[in-house]
């Protein structure tokens, strides 16, 4: 029996004017934004979520990076307009200042110090996953903002969140590139805009090895082929279509480079 298939794309990334795909029009777009410096297209994704939440000290990165991104603007005018949702985490990162600022513009302040088992980014998906209301939960999609840069170990945890809540649509975004996981239960069309993302792209097995994944739509296809650490795993591979498909019998994550 053929598995269901996923279907995958950045139009989130496209500039406001242009008009999104069917796909894009109806996901509900969820943000999270982490403690690292905020990538150049912040505030246009901050514009696409219906939910904006800071974990612990990515609340700090927003009140000091937005006014950075948009030097033509009043900076206590930027902060105003960006201001978040959410702020949750174990509050040991956000100032004190930057705290009280958001809290006095109704800003829900969640304070989850007693949870020293799970992250700020699983904090705050299970937060979304469990508050915002999307009819069809396949629609939800979370994007997660400064996942990428910094410490390796919590590089690590982010990307380990992914694998964790598999059944949830999660992109990782930095400056560089986009990443997100491709769960073996679904096959998978990843439509590509080429005006943003791209050439340069990856396929790595996570969880375990793959004996046998399949793709279609890049320079070099995958026919199926075994992946594994220690072995060959899909490095510098490169777009050449509008789309990708990829089968799996592994969980796979699946990165792209972002255009400067």
């Known amino acids: 029996m053929p598995l269901p298939t996923m279907t995958h794309s ?3 990334l496209l500039p406001a004017a242009a008009p999104p795909s069917n ?6 777009y969820a943000l999270i934004v982490l403690n690292q410096r905020l990538p150049r297209f912040a505030p246009l994704v901050w514009a696409r979520a219906r939910l904006r939440v800071c ?3 990515g609340a700090n ?3 000091d990076g937005m006014p950075e991104l ?3 603007e009043d900076p206590a005018e930027v902060r105003t307009r960006y201001k978040p949702d959410v702020i949750k985490g174990d509050m040991d990162s956000i100032r004190p200042e930057v705290k009280e600022y958001y809290s006095s513009l109704g800003t829900n302040i969640v304070d989850e110090s007693h949870d020293q088992d799970t992250t700020d980014l ?3 998906v299970s937060f979304i996953t469990s508050n915002l209301f999307v009819p069809d939960k396949s629609n939800l999609c979370i994007i997660v903002l400064g996942a990428l840069g910094g410490r390796f170990d919590h590089e690590m945890g982010n990307i380990n969140v992914l694998y964790r809540f598999s059944n949830t649509k999660i992109i990782l975004l930095s400056d560089d590139c986009s990443i997100f996981l491709l769960p073996k239960t679904h096959s998978h069309e990843i439509h590509i805009e080429k005006s943003v993302e791209g050439p340069h792209c990856g396929l790595i097995p996570i969880g375990g090895p793959s004996t046998s994944t399949t793709t279609t739509g890049l320079r ?3 026919d199926n082929t075994s992946m594994s650490y220690g072995g060959l795993i899909s490095t510098s591979n490169i777009v050449d279509g509008d789309k990708v498909t990829v089968t799996s019998d592994s969980d796979l994550i699946w990165t792209i480079s972002l255009r400067h």
């Open 122 to 124: 699983h904090k705050c």
């Open 61 to 63: 990165r927003v009140f």
């Open 23 to 28: 796909d894009a029009a109806a996901t509900t």
């Open 70 to 72: 948009l030097p033509g």
């Open 220 to 222: 070099w296809n995958l």
């Open 55 to 57: 974990a612990d000290g």
């Open 10 to 12: 950045s139009a989130f």
